[in-house]
């Protein structure tokens, strides 16, 4: 009989553990993704963007919004403005980093880092009547984002970041 009982406790605490694994993966991913080993030129909190909720408190001096729809995933933006002029805009989604010098122009002139599903990114794109400025104003606020989800994600109870780091290899190929 105890036996039994020893074997029953056991495998309710082993469901337990299996089921508050992916809970504080969901949980402490920007976390995670900011404490990861990664590239030069991979930022692994961006592809985090989509499907996950970032607090404003984790990045202090920028907007963050859900543009997603009221009912579908979570599409989180991150925007900061009056940079280098007034009404000039910066804002970050899951697939961009954008920099306009003016607010109403976004759609004729910004320049703009693309990154793939994994983060990374190799390409860029500028349009006519852009500041020379904007490639390093946009990579700069691109690690200033970096550093503040560092230092404000509050770190997990338990750190599964090994679980994390191989399941963002997966994931995010």
Do not use: C
């Amino acid at each position: 009989m105890k036996k039994t009982i020893i074997i029953f406790i056991s495998i309710v605490i082993g469901l337990f553990v299996l089921i508050r694994i992916p809970i504080n993966l969901r949980s402490n991913a920007y976390y995670y993704a900011t404490h990861m080993p990664h590239k030069k030129n991979q930022y692994p909190f961006v592809p985090v963007l989509l499907g996950h909720w970032l607090p404003e408190k984790y990045v202090p001096g920028y907007q963050t919004k859900n543009y997603g729809a009221t009912r579908g995933p979570v599409m989180m933006q991150v925007s900061k403005r009056n940079i280098k002029e007034k009404n000039d805009i910066f804002m970050l989604t899951e697939h961009t980093a954008t920099y306009a010098p003016k607010e109403g122009d976004w759609l004729i002139s910004r320049y703009g880092i693309y990154f793939d599903e994994s983060g990374t990114y190799d390409d860029y794109s500028k349009d006519k009547g852009i500041p020379a400025y904007s490639k390093e104003l946009v990579t700069r606020h691109l690690k200033n984002v970096q550093n503040e989800i560092k230092q404000n994600a509050p770190k997990p109870k338990v750190n599964l970041q090994w679980i994390w780091n191989v399941w963002f290899k997966i994931h995010y190929r």
